[in-house]
């Protein structure tokens, strides 16, 4: 599932050590002025030209009918069509403007204006576009006429892609064969992201969305071959260990967020410093150091006022803490168990475990004891019976209350332990001592 990416840095160093091709004229029987130009590409009846006065430095680029006429201005460069649109970058270099990237239909109209910094030729009716963003370059698809198809959410992720930091090569002589790259180290990172037919197949026959890790980063792709989340996140959750309904846990830096398992796409910030699996539809999320629930569009259906939670059960409650108090609130936020204790146990079957000035007891859903709080440790209900201690004895409890002894505490039995073994160690030194003085006795 993993791919990295294929940058044109090598191609750069092989097509400038052999440059000097590029410069000699062309010659084609029955197109006597082909030869005017250093190279051409025949698209089906019209010619992208290129010019070359100085190699990498200064040239022109037009496309031509078959008679050889132009139906362009000069342009730095033409790229590959793709049905009926190819790239292009004007002569202008100025680097005040969006951008220097668009596109041309075989008539030498241009049906997308060059405002992108960086793109690449049609493919199943799609490209992608780089452009400046605030701080930092950001990344779309588009369709052929140039309208919007996604918007890749760069803006989430602030420490990356940033314009300060990014470097732009390009092949001698080819500014359409263009990367944006930022380098971590020994590593370069991109925001778009090429496969080989290989990994390509395997993400279009995946059912939804797609993983994949580069250098320790993982991104994801969809099935239509549309990046939803750049090469940046540290950690994710594809088994579901933290995630449900329908929403996947990611990891951007220290803080989570969570992505549409179905789309890819984000549908919170990376906001959380901890979570907790969704139970009853609602995501327990940590926030300022205080917990609160969102719903699986990111809403926050509970405010974030809470120091402790556990998830939601059948009763429709979770136990929770504000100042080391302890109680129980429903699905609505609403408290129905007071935060009195010092200590409450999640709901089940009925039945939550409290403790109040250090006495374990049981209440039910309506906050009324169903056994007193008189042991000294105590477990929650998780099954039909629990255990509980108390004057050093331990019980099998029932939920009416019955006791049923099962043996001594542990902590007595620890006692006894200690006090067997400090009668031992002492019997044992007696019985030493007396035979030394036994055998000092027979040397006299």
Same mark, same amino acid.
């Given at each position: 599932?993993?791919?990295?990416?294929?940058?044109?840095?090598?191609?750069?160093?092989?097509?400038?050590?052999?440059?000097?091709?590029?410069?000699?004229?062309?010659?084609?029987?029955?197109?006597?002025?082909?030869?005017?130009?250093?190279?051409?590409?025949?698209?089906?009846?019209?010619?992208?030209?290129?010019?070359?006065?100085?190699?990498?430095?200064?040239?022109?680029?037009?496309?031509?009918?078959?008679?050889?006429?132009?139906?362009?201005?000069?342009?730095?460069?033409?790229?590959?069509?793709?049905?009926?649109?190819?790239?292009?970058?004007?002569?202008?270099?100025?680097?005040?403007?969006?951008?220097?990237?668009?596109?041309?239909?075989?008539?030498?109209?241009?049906?997308?204006?060059?405002?992108?910094?960086?793109?690449?030729?049609?493919?199943?009716?799609?490209?992608?576009?780089?452009?400046?963003?605030?701080?930092?370059?950001?990344?779309?698809?588009?369709?052929?006429?140039?309208?919007?198809?996604?918007?890749?959410?760069?803006?989430?992720?602030?420490?990356?892609?940033?314009?300060?930091?990014?470097?732009?090569?390009?092949?001698?002589?080819?500014?359409?064969?263009?990367?944006?790259?930022?380098?971590?180290?020994?590593?370069?990172?991109?925001?778009?992201?090429?496969?080989?037919?290989?990994?390509?197949?395997?993400?279009?026959?995946?059912?939804?969305?797609?993983?994949?890790?580069?250098?320790? #980063? =993982? +991104?994801? $792709? %969809?099935? &239509?071959?549309?990046?939803?989340?750049?090469?940046?996140? @540290?950690?994710?959750? !594809?088994?579901?260990?933290?995630?449900?309904?329908?929403?996947?846990?990611?990891?951007?830096?220290?803080?989570?967020?969570?992505?549409?398992?179905?789309?890819?796409?984000?549908?919170?910030?990376?906001?959380?410093?901890?979570?907790?699996?969704?139970?009853?539809?609602?995501?327990?999320?940590?926030?300022?150091?205080?917990?609160?629930?969102?719903?699986?569009?990111?809403?926050?259906?509970?405010?974030?006022?809470?120091?402790?939670?556990?998830?939601?059960?059948?009763?429709?409650?979770?136990?929770?803490?504000?100042?080391?108090?302890?109680?129980?609130?429903?699905?609505?936020?609403?408290?129905?168990?007071?935060?009195?204790?010092?200590?409450?146990?999640?709901?089940?079957?009925?039945?939550?475990?409290?403790?109040?000035?250090? #006495? =374990? +007891?049981? $209440? %039910?859903? &309506?906050?009324?004891?169903?056994?007193?709080?008189?042991? @000294?440790?105590?477990? !929650?209900?998780?099954?039909?019976?629990?255990?509980?201690?108390?004057?050093?004895?331990?019980?099998?409890?029932?939920?009416?209350?019955?006791?049923?002894?099962?043996?001594?505490?542990?902590?007595?039995?620890?006692?006894?332990?200690?006090?067997?073994?400090?009668?031992?160690?002492?019997?044992?030194?007696?019985?030493?001592?007396?035979?030394?003085?036994?055998?000092?006795?027979?040397?006299?």
């Amino acid at each position: 599932m993993f791919q990295k990416a294929v940058s044109w840095i090598v191609f750069i160093w092989i097509l400038t050590s052999f440059q000097n091709a590029f410069c000699q004229p062309v010659s084609v029987p029955g197109k006597p002025w082909l030869s005017e130009y250093n190279v051409f590409k025949d698209y089906k009846g019209v010619y992208v030209v290129k010019k070359i006065t100085i190699p990498c430095r200064a040239y022109e680029t037009f496309l031509v009918d078959g008679n050889g006429k132009k139906l362009t201005p000069a342009y730095r460069d033409i790229g590959d069509f793709s049905g009926d649109l190819a790239e292009f970058v004007p002569m202008e270099l100025d680097e005040k403007k969006q951008g220097r990237h668009g596109f041309i239909n075989r008539r030498g109209e241009v049906v997308i204006p060059p405002i992108y910094v960086s793109t690449d030729k049609f493919y199943e009716g799609k490209t992608w576009v780089i452009y400046r963003s605030g701080k930092q370059f950001g990344l779309s698809y588009i369709d052929s006429t140039g309208k919007e198809i996604y918007k890749v959410p760069i803006q989430y992720f602030k420490k990356d892609f940033l314009i300060s930091a990014a470097k732009v090569d390009m092949i001698c002589n080819y500014d359409t064969r263009e990367d944006i790259l930022w380098w971590k180290g020994r590593n370069y990172f991109i925001l778009n992201w090429n496969f080989s037919p290989f990994i390509e197949k395997e993400v279009k026959s995946s059912k939804y969305i797609y993983h994949f890790l580069y250098e320790g #980063k =993982y +991104g994801i $792709i %969809d099935n &239509n071959m549309i990046l939803r989340v750049p090469v940046s996140l @540290d950690d994710i959750d !594809p088994e579901y260990k933290f995630s449900g309904q329908g929403m996947e846990r990611v990891k951007y830096g220290d803080k989570f967020g969570y992505i549409n398992v179905f789309t890819g796409e984000l549908i919170t910030d990376f906001l959380y410093t901890d979570t907790r699996k969704p139970t009853s539809g609602l995501f327990w999320v940590k926030k300022n150091n205080k917990w609160g629930c969102i719903d699986k569009t990111g809403k926050t259906r509970i405010a974030f006022l809470y120091d402790e939670a556990t998830g939601f059960t059948n009763e429709d409650r979770s136990a929770v803490a504000i100042n080391g108090k302890f109680g129980h609130i429903d699905k609505k936020g609403k408290i129905r168990t007071p935060l009195q204790y010092d200590f409450a146990s999640y709901y089940n079957r009925g039945i939550s475990m409290v403790r109040i000035d250090d #006495k =374990y +007891g049981y $209440i %039910d859903i &309506n906050n009324r004891y169903i056994i007193e709080p008189i042991y @000294d440790e105590a477990l !929650p209900f998780d099954k039909e019976t629990t255990i509980a201690e108390r004057i050093w004895l331990r019980f099998e409890l029932s939920k009416n209350g019955a006791e049923r002894f099962i043996g001594f505490s542990y902590k007595l039995n620890a006692v006894l332990i200690l006090i067997g073994l400090a009668l031992f160690i002492y019997a044992n030194n007696l019985i030493y001592k007396r035979m030394q003085l036994n055998r000092a006795r027979r040397k006299k």
